[in-house]
C-alpha cells in the first residue's frame, strides 16, 4: 500500500476530499518524524511505536574494494509493532494466502 493509497482509502470512510486527506496523512507524517527528530518517542496504541536508536561506530568493508572504511555513528528510526498489529498480520486466513 502507498501513501496515495491510503489517503484514498481514508477518504472514502470519511467526510473529506482526497487533496484534504493528503493534507492530513502529509501532517501525521511530518509530526511522526519531527517528534523522532527530537528524540521522542512516538507511541500508536494498536499499531506500534516509533522511536531513534543510536548505532555505534564501526568498522566495515566497501564490497567493491574490500578495503576497510569508518561508518561513523547514527541514529536510525526504529518501529516495533503492537500485539494488536502482530495478532491481526499473524490471522491464519492471510497466512492462507501469502503462501499461494
Known amino acids: 500500500m502507498t501513501k496515495a493509497d491510503l489517503v ?3 477518504s472514502e470512510h470519511v467526510n473529506l476530499s482526497k487533496k484534504d486527506t493528503g493534507i492530513v496523512v502529509n501532517l501525521v507524517l511530518d509530526n511522526i518524524g519531527d517528534a523522532l527528530a527530537r528524540g521522542d518517542k512516538v507511541e500508536l496504541r494498536g499499531f506500534g ?9 564501526r568498522r566495515a568493508r566497501n564490497p567493491r574494494t574490500g578495503t576497510s572504511v569508518f561508518v561513523p555513528a547514527k541514529l536510525i528510526p526504529f518501529f516495533k509493532a503492537s500485539n494488536d498489529l502482530k495478532s491481526i498480520v499473524n490471522r491464519p486466513e492471510l497466512a492462507e494466502k501469502i503462501e499461494d
Open 8 to 10: 484514498e482509502v481514508i
Open 49 to 57: 511505536s516509533f522511536r531513534v536508536k543510536q548505532r555505534r561506530s
